[in-house]
């Protein structure tokens, strides 16, 4: 059976599932935490939009996007965080995330950061269209005070679709978003 994507908006009763799956082994070093109220926050900021990514009926995966203010029609893929890494899930999600910000008028572009040290983050942006365009040196402050580079990534509207993640069908009921 090919797993079915739907993109749904999160709200607040999400915060527990996003909250759970910032924190799994490996993922406060790669994608970063907040606390509920630093959420909820985020939340509620003018052009931001904290997406579900559910696969056969239940979460899978979130994402945090984030419209630029300056009307130049750049989109932030802010985070992007799976429950359970390497089932695929992730590319339908993803997949899914950039069809709909692409048939949401204006965007034009869809960027993200991405540690250079996160070959399987890397990977799958890379094989969904997206392309690296330089490191900002020492961008991503840590709590112990370091700096550590980050590496950007983007993906255009004009660009070559990249091929539908395997087993892609995808609704998205809120397409317009």
Known sequence: ??????LRDATEADLDFIMTTERLPGRPETVGTFSRQAHLGQMARDGTRYVLGD????????????R???????LQLHRFAMRQAGIGHGALILDALIRQAFATSGIERLWLDVLPGNSVARRLYGKLGFREEG????ALGL???S?????LMA???RDPPAEPA??????TPDAAG
């Open 1 to 6: 059976m090919k797993p079915g994507v739907t």
């Open 55 to 66: 696969v056969n009926g239940g979460p899978a995966g979130f994402a945090v996007l984030r």
């Open 68 to 74: 630029d203010a300056d009307d130049m029609g750049n």
């Open 135 to 138: 490191v900002m040196r020492g």
């Open 143 to 145: 709590p112990d005070g």
């Open 147 to 151: 700096r550590r580079d980050l590496l």
């Open 155 to 157: 993906r255009l509207r």
């Open 166 to 171: 395997q087993g892609a069908p995808w609704a």
